[in-house]
């Protein structure tokens, strides 16, 4: 791993593993690791990611635990050059004809954090980190409606990557 390759992540890299696969109870090591890359600065957090893992209503393990961390780079979405390449991320949606016009409306909503996970991506050089997979690639004769983060992304920065990479490279193990 490059020295100065840091990881930002979808909040689907956390919430996933503790209801899959990674549960607090059967993988802490797991959490541990996370926590310390986390705290230092190893792995970027997205504000938007913090407020979905905090959504919970009654706080959950993942929320308890997220909430008692020091996140060491914390990524605010509202910063102008963020905001200037969130607005590339959507209108490269709306005027690609492999698009619906419903994939625009799914990435405009309010707290979906997919295209301000690659604009940050993108401004900082960061490698975006996500369980999504890459769709088979969206045509103009079958549009989508459901864009996925590692297809957009690529029309802005190509690296995206997935969480065992990111565990290899950062040397986390789970023994």
Known sequence: MPDNELF????????TPQEQYYPFDLAPNFWVQMAEKIEEGSIAILDMVKDEILVSKEKDDLATWFDNLKVG????????????????????????????????????????????LIAAAS?????????????????????????????????????VEDLFSMMRKLQIKLA
């Open 8 to 15: 930002l992540i979808d909040a689907n890299i956390l919430i």
């Open 73 to 116: 780079c914390y990524v605010n979405h509202k910063q102008q050059d963020i905001i200037n390449k969130y607005s590339e991320v959507l209108q490269s949606i709306q005027t690609n004809p492999c698009y619906k016009e419903k994939a625009l409306r799914a990435w405009a909503q309010e707290k979906v954090a997919d295209p301000w």
């Open 123 to 159: 401004i900082f050089g960061f490698t975006l980190i996500t369980i999504e997979k890459r769709a088979n690639k969206p045509s103009q004769y079958n549009p989508s409606g459901n864009p996925k983060i590692p297809n957009v992304a690529s029309d802005f920065y190509g690296k």
